[in-house]
């Protein structure tokens, strides 16, 4: 199962969405709400990766832009066990031509994650990770190294676009305690 659901990632990066990378025309970009972005790819990636997961276990679907359109369809996260799809994770990215987007799909049972594929397409990188067995990175071990304990070696980056602003005051005046800490989108 696990090659089958990366096979079909890979297969929808190819069919709908690389070929849209940096050529989408303005009709084929809307917005779900303010801000917030899809784009036929999106939309036609959902629909392929959906019908391929359904081929490997036949349980319901829950796609960011079928939920949005059909809130209802969030229902099926109740059910015993269900698939997650974000069909391009960083829609505005991948509008503004930039890499940094991915297509990511998570099986979830009794509401828990126990699977979970992330495909970088325009890196060509592939991480899989099931419950008990770690996590790869195009087939090879994902090893991490254990953080610095000291706090003044950290580096991360936080993602600050819908933080409230108070939350980005309360970062702003830790952040200098870190060794790197980035505003991402």
């Known amino acids: 199962m696990i090659d089958e659901v990366a096979q079909i990632l890979v297969d929808a990066g190819?069919?709908?969405i690389r070929p849209r990378f940096r050529r989408l025309g303005a009709a084929q970009i809307?917005?779900?709400?303010?801000g917030d972005l899809v784009t036929v790819a999106d939309r036609e990636a959902e629909?392929?990766?959906s019908r391929g997961l359904r081929e490997v276990l036949d349980i319901p679907?829950?796609?960011?832009e079928s939920a949005a359109e059909d809130p209802s369809r969030l229902s099926a996260l109740s059910a015993r066990s269900c698939w997650v799809v974000d069909p391009i994770d960083?829609?505005?990215?991948?509008?503004?031509?930039?890499?940094?987007?991915a297509v990511m799909v998570a099986l979830l049972r009794n509401g828990a994650p126990v699977a979970g594929w992330i495909l970088?397409?325009?890196?060509g990188q592939l991480y899989v990770a099931e419950h008990g067995s770690g996590a790869f990175r195009n087939g090879a071990p994902i090893r991490r190294p254990a953080p610095p304990a000291e706090v003044e070696r950290l580096q991360g980056a936080a993602p600050t676009k819908r933080m409230p602003q108070q939350q980005r005051a309360q970062l702003a005046e830790?952040?200098?305690r870190f060794a790197t800490l980035t505003s991402a989108p």
């Not at 809307?30 to 303010?34: D, M, N, T, V």
């Not at 679907?61 to 960011?64: L, N, P, T």
């Not at 960083?90 to 987007?101: H, P, Q």
Request: net charge negative; glycine share 12%; with cysteine.
């Open 30 to 34: 809307q917005e779900k709400a303010p």
């Open 90 to 101: 960083g829609t505005s990215n991948f509008v503004a031509g930039r890499r940094e987007y």
């Open 61 to 64: 679907v829950v796609g960011e």
């Open 174 to 176: 830790v952040c200098g």
């Open 14 to 16: 190819e069919i709908a």
């Open 120 to 123: 970088v397409p325009e890196a």
């Open 47 to 49: 629909q392929l990766i």
